[in-house]
């Protein structure tokens, strides 16, 4: 994280958010405080995803062929409970926004938040390993209490008007995306996510990746902060009067 920012100081970008996907479970108390630290030092907003999910359970069928319908959703009570206790952990060291891979969790954090029992401020944000892509879903999401939508990946412009007219939230678009997720990279496009979907936040830098949860190096970093410069580039030429929202 904190070359990635170094590197975006140097190309002269600011971003709005940085987002860890392999789970708050899998990092230190010293380690999310360190992330909150820079988060405030650069004036980010720092996401960090739910760790139990079904790829972590003991059950096998998430590993089966048919079995990855199931995507990153929780399995039983008990890890609903545990994917909340992940977020009241990194909620009192100062993490205000989280990925969120099930729906069931989804609404209840939404409760949790309304009626106190976790920070008010906290963010939830839908992950595209839910697998949604349509506006009924996108609808759906955020009455369960999402404040930004991520849908599939390889979604078309039309559809995305067609989410874009039924939601309020922010989208959240890949720009590009993981060798294990279809490789394709989408910059060309952006400038037609911004008019169709703004306000919308660009999730950039995934190419980097050969997969996703993937250990990012301090190497890997400054080729993500590359992919930034590269879609600013994008936007500048094409679609110079779209508007950066303020830090």
């Known amino acids: 994280m904190k070359a990635l920012l170094e590197a975006l100081d140097g190309y002269g970008i ?28 650069w004036k980010v907003e720092l996401i960090l995803a739910i760790g139990p999910r079904a790829t972590t359970d003991t059950s096998a069928s998430v590993h089966t062929e048919d079995g990855q319908r199931m995507g990153y959703r929780l399995r039983g ?35 949790m938040r309304e009626q106190g029992f976790i920070p008010k401020d906290c963010h939830f944000k839908v992950s595209a390993h839910t697998g949604h892509g349509n506006p009924c879903s996108a609808k759906l999401m955020e009455s369960l209490g999402a404040n930004s939508f991520n849908p599939v990946r390889d979604i078309q412009l039309q559809m995305l008007a067609a989410i ?6 922010p989208i959240d678009l890949h720009t590009e995306n993981p060798k ?12 037609e996510f911004i008019r169709i979907c703004a306000p919308v936040y660009l999730k ?9 949860s993937w250990d990012t190096t301090e190497a890997d970093a400054r080729k993500r902060a590359k992919q930034v410069a590269l879609v600013k580039r994008v936007i500048e030429e094409y679609y110079p009067e779209a508007i950066v929202s303020p830090k």
């Open 14 to 41: 600011q971003i709005h958010r940085v987002t860890q996907t392999k789970g708050i479970w899998t990092l230190l108390d010293s380690e999310i405080a360190q992330m909150v630290e820079y988060a405030d030092k």
């Open 180 to 191: 294990s997720s279809g490789g394709f990279i989408r910059h060309y496009e952006v400038p």
């Open 164 to 169: 874009r007219a039924a939601i309020d939230i």
């Open 77 to 111: 009570q008990e890890q609903i409970v545990r994917a909340v206790e992940d977020v009241r952990r990194a909620a009192r060291l100062g993490c205000r926004s989280f990925m969120v891979y099930d729906e069931g969790a989804l609404w209840l954090l939404g409760q």
């Open 204 to 212: 950039t830098g995934g190419s980097v990746a050969a997969t996703h």
